[in-house]
């Protein structure tokens, strides 16, 4: 960096007050409701089954985001990361999601998951025990014991209940460092170290319950790495919107391009590694050529779904990898904002392409023509709502982090 655009200060862009995109998010989520209780009222195909499944659909966007976000935070508190420093109050305005998650799991858990999943349904408050065991292959066996309305609710519901403790001492910690200053990096280690042990196994139980257990008798080992990817890779995404959105107005100084070009990277290696999951986790159920495996992908290859597979996929690796492979394109807001997009539009039908399947397999539903597209809208305009609050409250940058200079001047790169 030359000495011309070397800076020995900064300016505080202070909160962000954005009145048109607050009314947005108050409309998304105002049509968002409306649709939900339309498609519970039988307003679309599918009856009410469907108003569940696309609230389980919704609630993954604000769910899979806040844990891209935290676990991005917490390792970069963990390795001392100097770079993120400008970026990591907006970052954390995007942990906000967890309220969200847990209104959308107790509407689940006391009225659709009974719509959502057969063994629920007969494991319900002590329901038959002889049809709860005859949707198993091994009746009396472990996964019979597991797979319990009791045990649902309880485990995921403790699960939420540590990812909000371990997520305000994490933030909180660094919203304290604008009122003490000095290096919180001490302080923050442990709850970054923490939040990644849990994170790592509570994150895991939690798509299996939710997202895989849509199917009795499927499993997958890759399960929990395969949503994993895709949780990184849509913040990512927001994140870039984000960063090329306020480039234009209040952080243009705080987020020069080296860092621009940071996060672009990361999207590129990202997409890369998501690419590999999903095909590992294919071919291993390829080759194995069980029963108990293969169902999954052959519902999720014919009717409509196999075409959307392929979409999705393309949209999702090679569209960020030949777009942002030049050094420049990196750093061009065009190309940043459609990749993003358009990456975003993959995950959206990939969480598609695992819900709707599971209840209807024989004829092809499209997300965007639904009650899935208007309650996605409402889970995205709440989200909003939530960070908006939040970098109201806190501002948009870690003020009080003595490395934000060094980071802005890219001193950490010489």
């Given at each position: 960096m030359s000495a011309h655009h070397h800076l020995t200060t900064i300016t505080d862009p202070g909160p962000l007050h954005a009145p048109r995109l607050r009314n947005t998010a108050i409309a998304l989520l105002i049509i968002g409701i409306l649709g939900f209780i339309a498609a519970l009222f039988?307003?679309?195909?599918?009856?009410?089954?469907?108003?569940?499944?696309?609230?389980?659909?919704?609630?993954?966007?604000?769910?899979?985001?806040?844990?891209?976000?935290?676990?991005?935070?917490?390792?970069?508190?963990?390795?001392?990361?100097?770079?993120?420093?400008?970026?990591?109050?907006?970052?954390?305005?995007?942990?906000?999601?967890?309220?969200?998650?847990?209104?959308?799991?107790?509407?689940?858990?006391?009225?659709?998951?009974?719509?959502?999943?057969?063994?629920?349904?007969?494991?319900?408050?002590?329901?038959?025990?002889?049809?709860?065991?005859?949707?198993f292959y091994m009746p009396g066996g472990s996964k019979e014991a597991y797979m319990t309305w009791s045990r649902f609710a309880l485990v995921n519901g403790l699960f939420i209940a540590v990812w909000f403790v371990l997520r305000d001492r994490l933030i909180q910690?660094?919203?304290?460092?604008?009122?003490?200053?000095?290096?919180?990096?001490?302080?923050?280690?442990?709850?970054?170290?923490?939040?990644?042990?849990?994170?790592?196994?509570?994150?895991?139980?939690?798509?299996?319950?939710?997202?895989?257990?849509?199917?009795?008798?499927?499993?997958?080992?890759?399960?929990?790495?395969?949503?994993?990817?895709?949780?990184?890779?849509?913040?990512?995404?927001?994140?870039?919107?984000?960063?090329?959105?306020l480039r234009r107005g209040p952080m243009k100084e705080v987020v020069p391009k080296h860092i621009l070009h940071d996060m672009s990277t990361w999207m590129l290696g990202w997409s890369c590694f998501c690419a590999y999951i999903s095909f590992s986790q294919f071919m291993l159920i390829y080759y194995a050529n069980m029963d108990k495996g293969v169902f999954y992908y052959a519902s999720r290859t014919q009717n409509g779904y196999g075409l959307q597979l392929w979409i999705e996929s393309i949209l999702r690796w090679p569209v960020p990898f030949l777009l942002l492979m030049s050094q420049s394109r990196r750093t061009c807001p065009i190309t940043i904002t459609i990749v993003s997009i358009l990456v975003l539009i993959g995950n959206w039908l990939t969480l598609s392409w695992i819900i709707v399947p599971a209840f209807s397999p024989d004829s092809y539903q499209s997300t965007f023509f639904g009650p899935e597209l208007l309650v996605g809208a409402g889970f995205v305009g709440a989200f909003l709502l939530l960070a908006l609050n939040f970098w109201r409250r806190y501002g948009l940058v870690a003020k009080g982090d003595p490395r934000l200079l060094r980071a802005v001047n890219a001193e950490h790169l010489h």
């Open positions: 039988g307003a679309f195909d599918g009856g009410s089954r469907r108003a569940w499944s696309s609230l389980l659909q919704g609630m993954m966007i604000p769910t899979f985001i806040t844990f891209g976000a935290i676990f991005f935070i917490a390792v970069n508190w963990l390795v001392g990361s100097v770079w993120i420093v400008p970026l990591r109050r907006l970052m954390e305005g995007l942990t906000t999601g967890l309220p969200l998650t847990a209104i959308a799991f107790f509407l689940i858990v006391i009225i659709g998951g009974r719509e959502l999943y057969p063994w629920i349904a007969t494991s319900y408050m002590g329901g038959d025990a002889d049809a709860h065991s005859y949707l910690g660094s919203i304290r460092q604008d009122q003490v200053g000095g290096d919180q990096r001490e302080q923050q280690t442990p709850w970054a170290i923490a939040w990644l042990m849990v994170f790592a196994i509570t994150s895991t139980f939690f798509v299996w319950d939710l997202l895989l257990a849509l199917h009795v008798n499927w499993f997958s080992t890759m399960w929990g790495v395969y949503a994993f990817a895709s949780m990184v890779q849509m913040f990512f995404c927001v994140i870039l919107l984000l960063m090329v959105w």
